[in-house]
């Protein structure tokens, strides 16, 4: 079965920094591409940063030069570093993989930032 867990999530001050970090299992991590989405209050879940399996990434604008997205293949493992963090970032942080045009998705971990 197809699976991501995400965790790091947490409570903090404007201008911390956090590292979201998703577990994934049931198919072969290294062969696909990996995002991270999120949904904050009242919004529309939105992406936040991608990385393809040659390690090349894409950012929102509103992310780039705060956060950074990465992977270890031999953990199964992608990660979120959230630098500078903004009240905007409050958001439930979800990972994504795309497996044959089907999306999965994991249970999603809280970031709350408070100014």
Known sequence: QDQLTESGGDSVQ???SLRLSCVASGFAFNLYAMGWFRRGPGKQREMVALIGTSENTEYADSVKG???ISRDN???TVYLDMNDLKPEDTATYLCNVVIILKNYWGQG???????
């Open 109 to 115: 971990t809280q970031v709350t930032v408070s100014s």
């Open 66 to 68: 705060r956060f950074t």
């Open 74 to 76: 031999a953990k199964n």
């Open 14 to 16: 404007s201008g911390e």
